[in-house]
């Protein structure tokens, strides 16, 4: 995880510090990769993981292993999504984990990422045009945050029969 596709921080600490979804005038706030905090305005917040918590899920949120050949099958139970995401002051809002293919692991509510409609356990399918569906996490996460500011994402769903 880069530090422009950060995770936010629990509600409890944005209200704490006036931030929020919808509010004006709040300043959202996220942690770094290295785990220290910044808020919108990239002003350092100190780290005190133990009085407040980080949205954090080391494990992965999907139920079970997928293929590419899987998503890729003519008539499977997937169906495909293109998201144009602009980058904010500190990111995109979500994060992507995984290896061959990568899936959304985590979003940020009040990000860029959510506004566009991208959801948790997404499978990406292109950055940019580009098929990564054979790129691991580091790859994928290397190629948003060298790129364009505005991001064209494809991913697969799963459809809800």
């Known amino acids: 995880m880069g530090p422009r596709t950060a995770v936010?921080?629990?509600?409890?600490?944005?209200?704490?510090?006036?931030?929020?979804?919808?509010?004006q005038g709040g300043a959202r706030l996220r942690s770094c990769s290295d785990g220290s905090r910044y808020s919108r305005r990239g002003?350092?917040?100190?780290?005190?993981?133990?009085?407040?918590?980080?949205l954090y899920s080391p494990k992965s949120v999907l139920k079970r292993p997928v293929s590419t050949e899987e998503l890729q099958r003519p008539g499977g139970p997937y169906i495909k999504k293109t998201f144009t995401i602009v980058g904010d002051a500190v990111g995109w809002g979500f994060v992507v984990?995984?290896?061959?293919?990568?899936?959304?692991?985590?979003?940020?509510?009040?990000?860029?990422?959510?506004?566009?409609?991208?959801?948790?356990?997404?499978?990406?399918?292109?950055?940019?045009?580009?098929?990564?569906?054979?790129?691991?996490?580091?790859?994928?996460?290397?190629?948003?945050?060298?790129?364009?500011?505005?991001?064209?994402?494809e991913v697969m769903e799963e459809t809800d029969h």
């Open 43 to 54: 002003v350092s917040l100190p780290n005190n993981s133990s009085s407040s918590p980080v």
């Open 8 to 23: 936010a921080l629990s509600k409890e600490v944005k209200t704490a510090a006036g931030g929020g979804c919808g509010g």
């Open 97 to 153: 984990r995984g290896n061959r293919p990568c899936h959304i692991q985590a979003v940020e509510p009040c990000g860029p990422a959510a506004a566009a409609g991208m959801k948790v356990c997404q499978f990406v399918v292109s950055v940019n045009g580009l098929n990564v569906l054979n790129l691991d996490y580091r790859t994928v996460s290397h190629l948003i945050l060298t790129g364009p500011r505005t991001v064209v994402m």
